[in-house]
């Protein structure tokens, strides 16, 4: 994963252009009792993406605290290779390469929202329902007659045909090295794929919130909207980060930055993981652009809205299938060579879903909320998970001779508003192996 470090590179020392969001100046909803705030909490609310990880633990707790949810879910009948219980997708490829499978088409499953349905609750209060996020007005019938909306879903691709991309034969060749598969092989698995490019990825993330925010602006009865953004739509300002830095809700990544790399993208092809650099350049560029556009749109419909930016998600899954942060995980304890030159943030799914809820039920709550435990590199991520786990076999070299990348920190000071403690990394850590481990994703 040296691509994440080229990435870095570029970023932190490119020149800084905040882009034009202003939460301070969002129109907000305050309900006061007794001189005090009086949360919002019960009734009917909406999740969007609700098969999600994130949104499954979000859709748990709701049910918890007697909510009724109205779930939305793709084709509950479609799932990707990713999404695939271990033994399938070692089908397709080694165990400890399952962020390949992002590439791959997706297949019938009916026990995608499984999980969802088993839960305490689910029976009595939870509704789930098919939903386009990229055709306009999809959400309507979904989001009617509720009082709270959280935005968790992404668009997903599939069969996509990005103009950027010429051949599919040339893609192969790039990426021989990191797919190791025969062509005939490839063939096989990316019967459709071409990577994902701004029609693709960006456009259809624009989309897809904006259809999501329209049909609760035309819902009068929603409150409040809580959207799933990203720690990604936050560091990559192009500011230095060192261990005395401290991120924090003020810092909005450059879209430029991104822009500019996709202009060269010829100077990438040498990178180690040349598809993980190209979708990681589109997925901060995404991800940036959709949150200033809910914002915008927000601003301009006098809508109630809050953003909650976390970093890297890991924890224990309700779903039975891989998510790529667990993967991430997974590939360290399952026969890695070498960890990545890289540093991150790192917080609990629980802290994730639980900040979602008190954003939306504390009236006073505004802005963005950026969510980290803690910030280390990679190598403190083996160290750790080896004191945790001394019988695994860790990766001991890094990825690269360079420097490793330096730690900085995220401010906790916002998410402490919302009366989160955060669950110390060691316990997120642990949690997820042993998740990994109940789920028959680790090789015994």
Not at 255 to 278: G, H, M, R, Y
Not at 334 to 347: C, D, E, K, L, Y
Request: glycine share 4%; with cysteine.
């Amino acid at each position: 994963m040296a691509f994440l470090y080229f990435i870095s590179i570029l970023i932190d020392y490119a020149t800084y252009i905040r882009i034009g969001v202003d939460s301070r100046n969002r129109i907000g909803r305050t309900e006061k009792e007794g001189g005090g705030e009086k949360k919002m909490s019960s009734g009917v609310v909406c999740v969007t993406g609700a098969s999600g990880y994130v949104a499954s633990w979000l859709v748990k707790l709701l049910l918890q605290r007697d909510y009724t949810v109205k779930a939305s879910v793709r084709d509950p009948s479609l799932r990707t290779v990713l999404e695939m219980q271990h033994d399938t997708v070692a089908a397709y490829f080694d165990a400890t390469q399952n962020e390949k499978a992002f590439y791959l088409p997706v297949v019938n499953d009916p026990k995608k929202t499984e999980h969802l349905l088993s839960l305490d609750g689910a029976k009595e209060r939870l509704h789930l329902f098919k939903a386009n996020l990229l055709e306009e007005g999809s959400f309507d019938s979904i989001v009617e007659g509720c009082v709270g909306v959280f935005h968790t879903a992404s668009p997903f691709y599939y069969g996509v045909t990005d103009p950027q991309v010429k051949e599919k034969q040339e893609w192969y060749q790039w990426n021989n090295s990191f797919l190791n598969l025969s062509w005939e092989t490839y063939l096989e698995a990316f019967p459709f794929y071409r990577p994902a490019g701004p029609a693709e990825l960006i456009d259809p993330a624009l989309k897809g919130t904006l259809n999501v925010l329209s049909s609760c602006a035309k819902t009068p009865t929603v409150k409040r909207v809580v959207v799933t953004s990203s720690i990604a739509a936050v560091v990559y300002s192009g500011k230095p980060r060192t261990p005395e830095v401290v991120v924090d809700e003020t810092w909005f990544s450059n879209q430029d930055i991104c822009k500019e790399l996709k202009e060269n993208t010829e100077k990438l092809k040498s990178i180690f993981f040349p598809l993980s650099v190209f979708f990681q350049l589109w997925y901060v560029l995404s991800k940036t652009l959709a949150e200033e556009a809910a914002w915008k749109f927000a601003k301009e419909k006098g809508m109630d809205i809050v953003t909650i930016n976390p970093a890297m998600v890991i924890g224990p899954l309700l779903q039975p299938t891989l998510n790529a942060s667990a993967a991430a995980i997974l590939n360290l304890i399952n026969g890695a060579q070498i960890f990545p030159n890289f540093t991150m943030g790192w917080v609990h799914v629980k802290d994730v879903a639980e900040a979602h809820i008190q954003a939306y039920e504390i009236p006073s709550a505004n802005g963005r909320y950026c969510l980290a435990e803690r910030t280390v590199h990679y190598s403190e991520i083996v160290k750790i998970l080896k004191d945790l786990f001394p019988d695994f076999q860790l990766p001991v070299k890094c990825a690269d001779d360079h420097p490793f990348m330096p730690t900085y920190q995220i401010s906790k000071e916002k998410a402490k508003s919302l009366g989160i403690e955060f669950i110390p990394l060691e316990e997120s850590l642990k949690e997820t192996v042993e998740s990994l481990k109940e789920k028959k994703f680790l090789s015994p």
